[in-house]
C-alpha cells in the first residue's frame, strides 16, 4: 500500500532515481525492547484500534487480545530478530501521523518514512573480458569458499543458466507481482561475480571469485528493478537466520549532501554483526568524476556497520561514477573492487554480459570475503571485515574514494595469524 509509486518508463537499473516515499514507517526500537512490547508500540499508531483495545477492557475487566483487526487497512511488520519493524498506515490516520505517534514512545529510536531502493545502476561495457580475478588475486588463491554461504539479495538469479545447472541455490521471494526467477540480469550477473565458475568453460572465461560457496538468493527487488526497504530487511533477516556468513547488497537509493546515515540500517548491520554475519553494498553511482562532482556513499552502504564498496577501472583509477566518502555526517567508503569491464552470467538469451558498477564491484567484495571465511573458521561478522580490510592493497587513492584499498584474496596459509591487527 503506497502513496507514490515510483516512474519506471525509464528502468531503475538504468537510470538511479531519486528517493520515493513507499507510504510505509520504518520504526527501530531501543536494544533490549521485548517482541511483546514492540507489538504494542506499533499497534498505538493506530488510534482506533487503541480505542477497541481500551473498549475491551473495560468491558470485561481484562486485558484485550494483542491481536485485534485493524480498520480500513493498516497493517504491522515485526523483525523480532532485527529490533525493527514497519507500520502501513490505515487510511483515516495516514503516514505523518504513524509516524508522529512512534516518534513518542520512550522505547523508539527512529520513526521514518519508508524509500524504496533500486537496483544500482549497471550499464553494457565494450571491454572484452573480465579483469577482477587477476586483480583481486583470486585467480592464485587455494581457497574456493566451500563451506561459506553467500546471500544475494537483488533481483534474483536465473537458475536456467547453464553455469547455474545442477547447482544447489536456496532461494526466497520477497517482493509481490514478481516472478521468482531473474527477468532483469542484474542479480543472475551479481551472483555470477561473487560464487560463479573460476575455471574457463566452453563457451565464457572463470570469472566468479568463491565457486564453491553456497548460494542463497533472496529476491528483494521485483521485476521492474526496486522494492520498498522493508523487502530488503525481510531479506536480511532471512538471511542471518539461514546462517548466511556474507550478504551482498547491490541497491540501494541516493542521499542528499549532509545526509546522516539512518539508523535502521546501522540496526542491521550491527545486528548482522553481532550474528557473525558481513554485509557489504555498493557505493552508489552518482558521481560524474569527469566534471568534478562526486556524489556522497548511497543508503544502505553508508552506515558504519554495513561495508561500502567503491569501483576501480583497469588502470585501478576510480570509477567515473563511482560514489565517494564526501558527507561529513558519515558515509564512508571502506573497499574498493573491480567495478568496469566486468565479465559475468546474465539472463538468457545472452547468458553472459560485460557490465559496470558499483553493483559489480560489491559482489567480488562478497565473493572474497567468502574465500577469507573460508581460510579461517575465527574469520566472521566484524574480525572478517577487518582481515578484508587489513589485507586490501593501496593503489594510491584517498581515502575518500578508495577507502582501505583494492580488495585481496588470502594467499595459502592465511588466517587471522597472517593478517595485521587494525
Not at 581457497?143 to 547455474?164: E, N, S
Not at 546501522?266 to 548482522?272: D, F, H, N, P
Not at 552506515?303 to 564498496?309: G, H, K, L, W
Request: proline share 7%.
Amino acid at each position: 500500500m503506497t502513496d507514490e509509486q515510483p516512474d519506471i518508463s525509464v528502468p531503475p537499473m538504468l537510470e538511479f532515481l531519486r528517493p520515493k516515499r513507499t507510504g510505509r514507517v520504518l520504526v527501530v526500537f531501543k536494544k533490549g525492547t521485548t517482541a511483546e512490547d514492540q507489538h504494542q508500540i506499533l499497534e498505538r499508531s493506530f488510534p482506533s484500534r487503541a480505542a477497541q483495545t481500551a473498549n475491551a477492557s473495560a468491558g470485561n475487566g481484562q486485558k484485550a487480545a494483542r491481536s485485534l483487526p485493524v480498520d480500513q487497512g493498516g497493517e504491522i511488520r515485526l523483525f523480532k530478530s532485527l529490533g525493527v519493524g514497519l507500520v502501513t498506515p490505515d487510511r483515516s490516520t495516514g503516514m505523518a501521523a504513524v509516524q508522529g505517534i512512534l516518534s513518542q514512545a520512550e522505547e523508539v529510536i527512529e520513526a521514518r518514512p519508508e524509500y524504496y531502493l533500486y537496483a544500482i545502476a549497471a550499464h553494457v561495457d565494450d571491454s572484452q573480458r573480465t579483469w577482477g580475478l587477476d586483480a583481486t588475486g583470486v585467480v592464485d588463491c587455494p581457497f574456493t569458499g566451500k563451506g561459506i554461504k553467500v546471500a544475494i539479495l537483488d533481483t534474483g538469479v536465473d537458475r536456467r543458466h547453464p553455469d547455474f545447472a545442477g547447482r544447489t541455490i536456496v532461494e526466497k521471494l520477497f517482493v509481490d507481482a514478481s516472478s521468482l526467477t531473474d527477468v532483469v540480469g542484474h542479480g543472475t550477473h551479481c551472483a555470477g561475480t561473487a560464487v560463479g565458475p573460476r575455471s574457463p568453460g566452453v563457451v565464457a572465461p572463470g570469472y566468479g571469485c568463491a565457486p564453491d560457496a553456497e548460494l542463497y538468493v533472496g529476491k528483494v527487488l521485483n521485476d521492474a528493478g526496486f522494492a520498498e526497504e522493508g523487502s530488503v530487511a525481510e531479506g536480511i533477516e532471512w538471511a542471518t537466520e539461514q546462517g548466511c556468513h556474507v550478504i551482498s547488497l547491490s541497491l540501494g537509493r541516493e542521499v542528499r549532501p549532509g545526509e546522516k546515515p539512518t539508523p535502521f540500517y546501522e540496526r542491521l548491520g550491527k545486528t548482522a554483526l553481532d550474528m557473525g554475519c558481513l554485509i557489504v553494498a555498493a557505493s552508489g553511482n552518482n558521481s560524474e568524476r569527469t566534471s568534478g562532482s562526486i556524489a556522497p556513499v548511497s543508503e544502505p552502504a553508508n552506515s558504519p556497520s554495513i561495508m561500502a564498496v567503491g569501483a576501480v577501472d583497469p588502470t585501478l583509477r576510480i570509477a567515473f561514477f563511482s560514489n565517494g566518502a564526501v558527507n561529513p555526517a558519515g558515509g564512508s567508503l571502506d573497499i574498493v573492487a573491480p567495478g568496469t569491464s566486468v565479465f559475468s552470467s546474465f539472463i538468457a538469451p545472452k547468458d553472459y554480459e560485460i557490465l559496470m558498477g558499483t553493483s559489480m564491484a560489491c559482489p567480488h567484495v562478497a565473493g572474497v570475503a567468502a574465500l577469507w571465511a573460508e581460510s579461517d573458521p575465527a574469520l566472521r561478522g566484524q574480525a572478517l571485515w577487518d582481515a578484508l580490510v587489513a589485507s586490501a592493497k593501496p593503489i594510491g587513492l584517498p581515502k575518500r574514494d578508495g577507502g582501505a584499498g583494492l580488495v585481496q584474496a588470502p594467499t595459502k596459509g592465511a588466517g587471522m595469524a597472517r593478517v595485521p591487527t587494525v
